[in-house]
């Protein structure tokens, strides 16, 4: 808490000097605004986060090319919180506007990966499983091609792939999806990992839902151990 604090008074203290000088560098107080935002997410201060991430993005708006790295950052950055609020409409036009530049930059980044992921979260939230399955996907292939395939980052994955089949009622990807996950779970988390813990309820979900029983019971007993 007391490192919080430590810089939140050194991001205020740098945006008070910015503010003030008339010919400061206006990327370096985009900058301040910007690690402020995190910083006030980070504590779940959302509408000082808000404050400070709009102030940013209005400064690398003017500043920057409209394809520049950082401001497809801030976009992330502004779709991300507002997904946190609730606000899906404004959180689709901030993570797309982010995948548009990013994709222009490099089509392999993490990065752009890391969007397409936030865009698949958010289209399920909103109920729109085809669309979730697109960007899930798309996230997919450029992490397969950059993590280690034991990476605990797939294994999330391959589970919010398990959910997306299972409400399209494509109940064989669903359970193929799992069972990549649940490996990679156990063998790279231990066997008591609360992720773990879901990826069996899930499973074991959706056996019940196939009629599998034998299978369901099974993965359901596995389930409170965790």
């Known amino acids: 808490m007391r490192h919080e604090e430590d810089a939140e008074e050194y991001y205020l203290k740098s945006i008070m000097i910015y503010e003030t000088i008339p010919d400061a560098e206006q ?3 985009a900058y301040s605004y910007n690690c ?3 910083l006030y997410f980070n504590q779940n201060k959302l509408k000082k986060a808000e404050q400070y991430y709009l102030s940013s993005v209005r ?9 520049h790295h950082d401001l497809g950052k801030s976009y992330n950055n ?9 606000n899906l409409k404004k959180a689709e036009e901030y993570q797309l506007k982010s995948a548009k530049i990013l ?6 980044h993490s990065d752009l990966a890391t ?4 865009l698949g979260i958010l289209y399920k939230g909103m109920n729109n499983y085809k669309k979730a399955e697109e960007y899930h996907l798309k996230s997919l292939k450029i992490y397969e091609d950059l993590l280690d395939p034991n990476h605990p980052e797939l294994a999330e994955m391959y589970n919010n792939l398990g959910v997306i089949y299972f409400n399209l009622k494509n109940y064989q990807k669903s359970e193929k999806y ?8 156990k063998d790279v988390l231990g066997p008591h990992n609360p992720c773990l813990g ?3 309820n899930n499973l074991a979900a959706l056996y019940r839902t196939m009629g599998r029983h034998k299978e369901a019971k099974k993965y359901y007993s596995l389930f409170p151990v965790i």
């Open 178 to 185: 799992y069972l990549k996950s649940v490996k990679i779970f």
């Open 59 to 67: 400064i690398r708006e003017a500043v920057l090319d409209p394809n």
């Open 198 to 200: 879901n990826s069996y």
């Open 27 to 29: 990327l370096e107080l």
């Open 78 to 86: 502004l779709g991300t919180l507002y997904q946190e609020i609730g």
């Open 103 to 108: 994709e222009m930059i490099d089509p392999r």
């Open 115 to 118: 969007s397409y992921n936030h």
């Open 36 to 38: 402020l935002g995190v």
